[in-house]
C-alpha cells in the first residue's frame, strides 16, 4: 500500500529555515510526481510545489524564490527546504504523490505542522 510519512516540522522564528522530508513506499517512487501541499486552519488546502517523475519542478507565487523541493529517489525521500519563513507560512504540510497506473492516481501523508512566529 501507499505510505507517505512526512517530517521535519516545527517552530520557528520570522526569517528562520526548515527543511521537511517526506518518506513513501509502496510503489516505485522514481515513477511518482511528489508535491507539497499545506492547509492553515479555517483554510482550503493549497498548492506550494511538485517535482516531477522527470525532474520539472514548479512553485506556489507564494514560495518561490524562498522554497525549494527535491527528491532523492534512492531514498525514496522528497524534500522541502523552506527558507526565509514567515508567519503566513504556517500550516500543517502535506505530502503528496500522483501515480500514472495507467490512470492517475493521488496519495496524502498525515501532514507535519510548521508555525513561524516571533
Known amino acids: 500500500q501507499v505510505r507517505l510519512v512526512e517530517s521535519g516540522g516545527g517552530s520557528v522564528q520570522p526569517g528562520g529555515s526548515l527543511r521537511l522530508a517526506c518518506a513513501a513506499s509502496?510503489?516505485?517512487?522514481?515513477?511518482?510526481?511528489m508535491s507539497w501541499f499545506r492547509q492553515a486552519p479555517g483554510k482550503e488546502r493549497e498548492f506550494v510545489a511538485t517535482?516531477?517523475?522527470?525532474?520539472?519542478?514548479n512553485y506556489a507565487d507564494s514560495v518561490k524564490g524562498r522554497f525549494t523541493i527535491s527528491r532523492d529517489n534512492a531514498k525514496n525521500t522528497v524534500y522541502l527546504q523552506m527558507n526565509s519563513l514567515k508567519p503566513e507560512d504556517t500550516a500543517v504540510y502535506y505530502c503528496?504523490?500522483?501515480?500514472?497506473?495507467?490512470?492517475?492516481?493521488?496519495?496524502w501523508g498525515q501532514g507535519t505542522q510548521v508555525t513561524v512566529s516571533s
Open positions: 503528496k504523490v500522483t501515480l500514472f497506473r495507467p490512470t492517475t492516481e493521488t496519495y
Open positions: 517535482i516531477t517523475n522527470g525532474g520539472y519542478t
Open positions: 509502496g510503489f516505485t517512487f522514481r515513477s511518482g510526481a
